[in-house]
């Protein structure tokens, strides 16, 4: 019922630049928090940035000021615009969709490789 539909994802040198798209069905996209979440080999998934149907955008403070979440609730598909990446932000990246304690849906995630 749920489904996300995750690409652009791939290979990028240092200081390049990616934007990652969720394209979302089976649930209410406009009630749901829409975030993007990263898990690097060996490391636990971590919060990348988060943006509410109406507000302000909540980041890493290793990907502020760099990366940009954006929703397009029209498209039921929320953005994540990586720029100046760097190979720590090497992980694969995971839409999410939160309404409730109870009511969490991921995506199955996009590689993303930064290096030389």
């Known amino acids: 019922q749920v489904q996300f539909v995750e690409s652009g994802g791939g290979w990028v040198q240092p200081g390049g630049s990616l934007r990652l798209s969720c394209l979302a069905s089976?649930?209410?996209?406009?009630?749901?928090?829409m975030s993007w979440y990263r898990q690097a080999p060996g490391k636990e998934r971590e919060l990348v940035a988060a943006?509410?149907?109406?507000?302000?955008?909540t980041y890493s403070l290793s990907v502020k000021d760099r990366f940009t979440i954006s929703r397009d609730n029209a498209k039921n598909t929320v953005y994540l615009q990586m720029n100046s990446l760097k190979p720590e932000d090497t992980a694969v990246y995971y839409c999410?969709?939160?309404?409730?304690?109870?009511?969490?849906?991921w995506g199955q995630g996009t590689q993303v490789t930064v290096s030389s």
């Open positions: 943006m509410p149907n109406f507000g302000a955008a």
């Open positions: 089976g649930f209410t996209f406009s009630s749901y928090v």
């Open positions: 999410n969709a939160r309404r409730l304690r109870s009511n969490v849906y």
